[in-house]
């Protein structure tokens, strides 16, 4: 197929920047490229008709942190590299608000919480110490005196069952994923940004000053500088990186009459996950009961996990209630030994920024900053 100068010079025109892969990564970055410099020629590349890793397809969670969650990671990673990840993830959120109208995107600062099911008595001061810690930690970060409270005396009033103990995080919100980028999509575009879909990038290597990128379709791309950010799928074009894909599979309930369930949740180190989504329930994780199984790009649902869901919604959340599931899916992330994200210059003039542990979404806004600021 040949084609027409009209395209040569438009669509297919060579780029200041070409980005690969149109989730939230990739979005804010070209949204924060644009804004630092509107006259800079930007293209977005999609294999997908939608993003379909993890932007449109998690449990769209406004996510600040748990308490064993960030407990865990000071332990593993220290406490600087949490704190670092916790302010990244406050200060994306904070973008998130100022950029777009809440409405828009179905974002609430709803409040979190984090379930106990059964807690030994000898954790208990453990636990209250991490929390004071944690609080005393985070004070400059988010300027409360009190991320964190215990907040037992909720469990009835949001129709727990099964849970002693309640750790309350005001810090916390849920969003309409499939909204926030449909906004940015349509941000980037009115600043100029070229976005095509259904075109899979094989590879790529420097042809005299720019980077060619080959492509499934009949025409190649050329840049003078490429950004991969197609995250627990970046090993495709980068193999040496340190990313292992996990998949998060997700169900969600019919309606509930009287649903008492506001807010977000995390269970098991935040292995379990769930909100209302109005009056239904949006339940994900337990890829901690398989995990070798979950370490994959498929992107479909199993019986070992969704059966697990099942369990855990008819034990924690809704027993005795009738319901049906009505939706169920699954989206990639993308881990490895490190949790801070990886944005770097891997080769000469090729970017990445990918790694998200399951937090892109607060994250994504900083690292579009980080990316402007890297690449100018």
Avoid at 218 to 245: E, M, S, Y
Avoid at 346 to 362: K, L
Wanted: charged share 25%; with cysteine; glycine share 8%.
């Amino acid at each position: 197929m040949q084609i027409s100068v009209w395209e040569k010079e438009s669509f297919y025109a060579p780029k200041d920047v070409i980005i690969v892969g149109s989730g939230l990564v990739g979005l804010w970055c070209a949204w924060h490229l644009k804004k630092n410099d509107p006259a800079l020629s930007v293209a977005i590349i999609d294999r997908g008709i939608i993003p379909t890793g993890a932007s449109t397809r998690n449990a769209g969670f406004a996510c600040f942190g748990s308490v064993t969650e960030l407990a865990e990671d000071a332990e593993r990673f220290g406490e600087d590299k949490m704190l670092q990840l916790v302010e990244m993830r406050y200060k994306g959120l904070e973008r998130i608000r100022k950029v777009f109208k809440e409405s828009a995107i179905d974002f609430e600062l709803c409040g979190g919480y984090e379930l106990f099911h059964e807690i030994a008595m000898e954790k208990i001061p453990v636990l209250a110490y991490q929390t004071e810690r944690l609080n005393t930690l985070l004070q400059d970060i988010t300027g409360k005196k009190r991320t964190f409270k215990q907040a037992d005396d909720k469990i009835d009033a949001l129709g727990l069952h099964e849970v002693e103990h309640l750790i309350e995080n005001k810090q916390e919100g849920y969003l309409h994923s499939g909204k926030l980028c449909q906004a940015l999509l349509q941000a980037v575009q009115s600043m100029g940004v070229t976005v095509l879909n259904a075109i899979e990038i094989s590879g790529f290597e420097k042809v005299n000053d720019q980077i060619e990128l080959y492509t499934n379709q009949f025409v190649n791309f050329k840049a003078g500088k490429v950004l991969i950010c197609t995250n627990a799928f970046a090993r495709q074009l980068l193999p040496d990186l340190d990313i292992i894909p996990a998949r998060g599979q997700v169900l969600v309930t019919s309606p509930i009459d009287g649903l008492k369930l506001k807010g977000t949740f995390h269970f098991d180190a935040g292995y379990y996950y769930f909100r209302n989504l109005g009056n239904r329930v949006l339940l994900g994780g337990a890829r901690n009961k398989a995990f070798e199984e979950e370490a994959t790009t498929e992107l479909t649902i199993t019986d070992t996990i969704q059966q697990e869901l099942e369990y855990f919604l008819d034990t924690y959340i809704l027993p005795g209630y009738t319901y049906t599931i009505t939706d169920r899916w699954s989206g990639i992330m993308g881990m490895g030994n490190e949790k801070l994200p990886i944005v770097k210059e891997v080769s000469p003039q090729v970017f990445c920024a990918v790694r998200m542990s399951g937090m892109g979404v607060a994250l994504a806004p900083v690292i579009g900053e980080q990316i402007a600021s890297l690449l100018s």
